[in-house]
């Protein structure tokens, strides 16, 4: 089955420094990869959307200096959170995305989430 | 705009009860609906999924059917265990063209099961 590698697990760093966290797809193309971030007992917040190639789409909100994403290959996507504050401290999630079509012509998208990162600021 | 809406936890049963946590969508055209499960301190895993109207997904005991009168896909598990005890998130996303669509999520409900 499709597998999707995030690294670190988890990361503390000091305030004022940056934070490079990675998503892999194994064993398959990504065409899209999606950021999300969840604080505690709370659902996931879409950050952004990548694909491969081009400039991330940022949701409302999302500062774009701050969570810089790069797409460079079908198989890996970086979120970056530059210059890191305790408010940035939650759990970030990737999830990569493969377009699958289906005999009566919908398409499906096939989902696979990493494991996240938990970022710790002090 | 799509949304999803789930029954709000927590949620706490024994071992062996019956579960059913209810999932309402709203959504233009024919959506694909999951349910994902995330256990503590991890990402998320596709619990299950259904393509169409009438699908029923299945997994692990867990079902869901797609539900296009009544804009539904509850999960429902006929005996639950202590290992079930996680968070569940119901999900849509588009199905016309297109890997860009984004997954919309509920805010999920919380599962504890007590042996």
């Known amino acids: 089955g499709a597998v999707v590698s995030q690294h670190p697990s988890w990361v503390i760093c000091k305030s004022g420094t940056s934070v490079k966290i990675e998503c892999r797809s194994l064993d398959f193309q990504a065409t899209t990869m999606f950021w999300y971030r969840q604080f505690p007992k709370q659902s996931l917040m879409l950050m952004a959307t990548s694909n491969e190639g081009s400039k991330a789409t940022y949701e409302q909100g999302v500062e774009k200096d701050k969570f810089l994403i790069n797409h460079a290959s079908l198989t890996l996507s970086t979120l970056t959170v530059t210059s890191a504050h305790p408010e940035d401290s939650s759990f970030y999630i990737c999830s990569a995305s493969r377009h699958q079509f289906l005999p009566w012509g919908h398409a499906r998208n096939g989902y696979t989430f990493g494991s996240g990162t938990r970022l710790t600021v002090v | 705009g799509d949304s999803v809406t789930q029954m709000e936890g927590p949620v706490t049963l024994s071992e062996e009860a019956f579960l059913t946590i209810n999932c309402t969508y709203t959504a233009t055209g024919y959506p694909s609906l999951f349910w994902y499960v995330q256990y503590p301190g991890e990402g998320l895993q596709l619990l299950l999924k259904?393509?169409?109207?009438?699908d029923k997904g299945s997994n692990k005991g867990f079902e869901a059917t797609y539900r296009k009168e009544t804009t539904s896909f509850h999960l429902e598990k006929g005996s639950v265990q202590v290992s079930d005890s996680a968070v569940y998130f119901c999900a849509l996303s588009p199905n016309s063209g297109g890997s860009n669509y984004k997954l919309t999520f509920g805010k999920g409900t919380l599962l504890t099961v007590n042996p």
């Open positions: 259904a393509t169409k109207a009438d």
